[in-house]
């Protein structure tokens, strides 16, 4: 009886697991993001249905090796954080590479896509007297940011260009401030020009031996000299 009563109790503990599982599964396919588990040798063990989004069936990632997916020029970046084993704050997060979409160009080429990615080790506790616990598997969630990438370069883009006209303008400024001092100082060197050749008339008629004078229209005289 008592054996009967203990595989009535693991049963129920087999279908609890199993429905637990279900629906962990369903909640994480509604997820637009690819989450995805690795197990210890770097094989997809499962993947959501975000998958689709990237161009990938879930049953066609099953198997593969993470890096099969992964830019070969990326694949230094990709290393030991799409295959995390650390957990925590040491565990990766929002790390940006490039990953190969399925989906073909009309060029038969495979579509680079930006990714996020945060991922953390799995650890499984062993069973015996010393105890401790085992690294078994990876879980992470893969992100699109081609959005966000093509924002933050219009954004830079739109910084560059904003600082462009701005030093455009101040120079613009700076050109007609130079200009105006240029135009004003050269007024003054005429206006002083004006002077000195006046006093220098002056003199000369003052010193001149011979009476001179101005005369206006009605006959008043405007100028005498010495």
Same mark, same amino acid.
Request: proline share 3%; with cysteine.
């Given at each position: 009886?008592?054996?009967?009563?203990?595989?009535?109790?693991?049963?129920?503990?087999?279908?609890?697991?199993?429905?637990?599982?279900?629906?962990?599964?369903?909640?994480?396919?509604?997820?637009?993001?690819?989450?995805?588990?690795?197990?210890?040798?770097?094989?997809?063990?499962?993947?959501?249905?975000?998958?689709?989004?990237?161009?990938?069936?879930?049953?066609?990632?099953?198997?593969?090796?993470?890096?099969?997916?992964?830019?070969?020029?990326?694949?230094?970046?990709?290393?030991?954080?799409? =295959?995390?084993?650390?957990?925590? #704050?040491?565990? @990766? %997060?929002?790390?940006?590479?490039?990953? !190969?979409?399925?989906? *073909?160009?009309?060029?038969?080429?495979?579509?680079?896509?930006?990714?996020?990615?945060?991922?953390?080790?799995?650890?499984?506790?062993?069973?015996?007297?010393?105890?401790?616990?085992?690294?078994?598997?990876?879980?992470?969630?893969?992100?699109?940011?081609?959005?966000?990438?093509?924002?933050?370069?219009?954004?830079?883009?739109?910084?560059?260009?904003?600082?462009?006209?701005?030093?455009?303008?101040?120079?613009?400024?700076?050109?007609? =401030?130079?200009?105006?001092?240029? #135009?004003?100082? @050269? %007024?003054?060197?005429?206006?002083?020009? !004006?002077?000195?050749? *006046?006093?220098?008339?002056?003199?000369?008629?003052?010193?001149?031996?011979?009476?001179?004078?101005?005369?206006?229209?009605?006959?008043?005289?405007?100028?005498?000299?010495?």
């Amino acid at each position: 009886r008592e054996i009967e009563k203990q595989l009535a109790v693991n049963k129920l503990t087999e279908e609890f697991i199993r429905a637990s599982e279900t629906n962990y599964r369903n909640i994480m396919n509604l997820f637009p993001d690819l989450i995805y588990r690795l197990d210890s040798e770097g094989r997809f063990t499962y993947v959501s249905q975000g998958s689709a989004g990237f161009g990938f069936e879930p049953e066609h990632l099953i198997g593969k090796r993470f890096n099969e997916i992964v830019h070969p020029d990326d694949r230094h970046i990709a290393q030991y954080r799409f =295959n995390e084993k650390r957990t925590g #704050e040491r565990a @990766a %997060r929002r790390v940006e590479f490039r990953i !190969l979409s399925s989906k *073909e160009t009309k060029n038969c080429e495979f579509v680079e896509v930006p990714i996020q990615l945060s991922a953390m080790g799995i650890y499984q506790n062993k069973i015996g007297e010393n105890g401790g616990s085992v690294f078994f598997a990876t879980q992470g969630i893969i992100r699109d940011i081609t959005e966000q990438k093509r924002m933050r370069e219009w954004l830079f883009k739109a910084k560059d260009e904003l600082e462009r006209q701005v030093k455009a303008r101040t120079e613009l400024l700076v050109k007609v =401030n130079r200009d105006l001092g240029d #135009e004003m100082q @050269a %007024r003054k060197m005429t206006i002083l020009a !004006l002077r000195d050749s *006046e006093q220098r008339l002056r003199d000369i008629l003052d010193n001149a031996p011979l009476v001179i004078f101005l005369k206006d229209p009605q006959g008043h005289y405007c100028r005498v000299n010495r």
